[in-house]
């Protein structure tokens, strides 16, 4: 099916989502320590800081909320592989005592347009699970 103007690429839309979702990150007091920080079994879209708290964030960027909310897209699997991020970014630091959490960033685009960007601390704890 050809793309129409209110369904924009997937790799675009990735790239505008994250985009957005750095300046909103920043406006809001993070300091962005990694950008896609990829480790054997994880990855984060950013590694930042703020208010003392060490955060890896994932980003979810939807061109509609057809197929639902970005943040419904963050599934256990994916939290895993976010977790295991920030074992590896941790293990290669010296000692950090700071807090760690896990935030989601969802960004809705409107014909390639960002319309919404919503930071949702603490989205999910790795004791969420029983796995």
Excluded: W
């Amino acid at each position: 099916m050809p793309r129409t103007r209110s369904s924009p690429s997937p790799h675009r839309t990735g790239h505008v989502g994250e985009a957005a979702a750095e300046e909103e990150l920043v406006r809001e007091g993070y300091r962005i320590l990694a950008r896609r920080f990829r480790a054997p079994g994880g990855e984060a879209d950013f590694v930042a800081e703020q208010n003392g708290d060490l955060v890896f964030v994932e980003v979810k960027c939807r061109g509609s909320l057809g197929a639902g909310r970005p943040r419904e897209a963050v599934t256990f699997t994916k939290q895993k592989r976010l977790m295991a991020a920030a074992r590896n970014y941790c293990s290669g630091a010296p000692t950090d005592e700071r807090p760690i959490r896990f935030d989601v960033v969802e960004v809705l685009l409107v014909f390639d347009e960002v319309a919404c960007v919503v930071i949702i601390p603490d989205a999910f704890t790795p004791f969420d699970h029983d796995h």
